[in-house]
């Protein structure tokens, strides 16, 4: 098993591992609800981490949340200003509340 990404963003790394989990890579999110223990542990030693079980699907793993970063399609994951929620960059509207991505402050 091999870690392939981290973040303090818990719904950012919980949108990723729908990404890897559209594409077949089995993956899993390790310190999901381990945020109380900030101010016992080093900076980012419990932050949500992303993991591939497999390690040869790590390549493509990387190249797919790589992709989702920089805007591969030329768009990049927005976040809905109304609930939070992370939206894939083909959508301009909100799946959970229905929030336009056009109607952002
Ligand atoms: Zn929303």
């Not at 793993?61 to 927005?78: F, H, N």
Request: hydrophobic share 35%; net charge negative; aromatic share 10%.
């Amino acid at each position: 098993m091999k870690r392939v990404y981290c973040s303090e963003d818990r719904l950012l790394v919980g949108f990723l591992k729908g990404v890897l989990d559209g594409h077949r890579i089995d993956c899993l999110v390790k310190n999901e609800y381990l945020i109380g223990g900030i101010g016992e542990l080093p900076p980012g030693a419990c932050w949500p981490e992303l993991w591939v079980i497999e390690e040869s699907d790590l390549p493509q793993a990387r190249t797919l949340i790589a992709s989702v970063l920089e805007g591969g399609s030329g768009r990049e994951p927005w976040r809905c200003p109304a609930c939070g929620e992370w939206i894939e960059p083909q959508f301009t509207e909100c799946w959970q509340c229905a929030q336009f991505e056009d109607d952002l402050p």
